[in-house]
Nanobody, 115 residues
Framework: QVQLVESGGGLVQPGESLRLSCAAS????????MGWYRQAPGKERELVAR???????TYADSVKGRFTISRDNAKNTVYLQMNSLKCEDTAVYYC?????????WGQGTQVTVSS
């Protein structure tokens, strides 16, 4: 089993920044893919960014150039630096851990961007 604990969400104004963190524990491996998804009210959960074991990254078009995903394998932690936040980034952000066809999810952290 894998446990994921997210932190760093909050309320910010448009244009501001936030950094999300997700610490993994349990039966973890550095070869896992880790990522961030988000779900806004009334919408389906969508991929925001993911990072695989070799450091390669994938981003949703809507966040390219504004968000950066990174991971620290020594700390079993993945980060999401979010800059130039927009109101449409408002959502619950979920950490995801994927390995050998199995998905694990964090409990989610709320990000609200509002003036």
């Amino acid at each position: 089993q894998v446990q994921l604990v997210e932190s760093g969400g909050g309320l910010v104004q448009p244009g501001e920044s936030l950094r999300l963190s997700c610490a993994a524990s349990g039966s973890i491996s550095s070869i896992a893919t880790m990522g961030w998804y988000r779900q806004a009210p009334g919408k389906e959960r969508e991929l925001v960014a993911r990072i695989i074991s070799d450091g390669s990254t994938t981003y949703a078009d809507s966040v390219k150039g504004r968000f950066t995903i990174s991971r620290d394998n020594a700390k079993n932690t993945v980060y999401l630096q979010m800059n130039s936040l927009k109101c449409e980034d408002t959502a619950v952000y979920y950490c995801n851990y994927w390995i050998f066809g199995r998905n694990y999810w964090g409990q989610g952290t709320q990000v609200t961007v509002s003036s």
